[in-house]
């Protein structure tokens, strides 16, 4: 299950606001034309995704509930999940 908060480096209770601030930042960061960076298409394609589910009401609150029992059903394999992406998220940037 792909982490949307995190791809635009967001909490879960970010406001529409947010959403549309964090997607312009990281959009231009990671835009194809603009980064050189062989990943930079792939992390572009995340981070729209991203913003296409969090700024949609009923797309965003199905990815919630969705969040939320997944926690419920197996925390340990959400924990892996999120930890093993925010190391790949801290190797990405050395």
Same mark, same amino acid.
């Given at each position: 299950? $792909? =982490?949307?908060?995190?791809?635009?480096?967001?909490? $879960?209770?970010? /406001?529409? $606001?947010?959403?549309?601030?964090?997607? %312009?930042?990281?959009? @231009?960061? !990671?835009? *194809?034309?603009?980064? $050189?960076? *062989?990943? &930079? *298409?792939? %992390? !572009?394609? =995340?981070?729209? =995704?991203?913003?296409?589910?969090? @700024?949609?009401?009923?797309? %965003?609150?199905?990815?919630?509930?969705?969040?939320?029992?997944?926690?419920?059903?197996? *925390?340990?394999? /959400? &924990?892996? =999940?999120?930890?093993?992406?925010? !190391?790949?998220?801290?190797?990405?940037? /050395?």
């Amino acid at each position: 299950m $792909s =982490e949307h908060y995190a791809a635009l480096g967001l909490k $879960s209770d970010a /406001t529409l $606001s947010d959403i549309k601030k964090a997607f %312009r930042q990281k959009a @231009s960061q !990671f835009h *194809p034309d603009r980064n $050189s960076d *062989p990943d &930079a *298409p792939a %992390r !572009f394609r =995340e981070v729209q =995704e991203a913003y296409d589910v969090l @700024s949609d009401d009923d797309k %965003r609150k199905a990815y919630d509930d969705n969040r939320r029992r997944n926690l419920l059903d197996d *925390p340990a394999q /959400t &924990a892996r =999940e999120i930890w093993q992406g925010y !190391f790949q998220q801290v190797l990405n940037r /050395t």
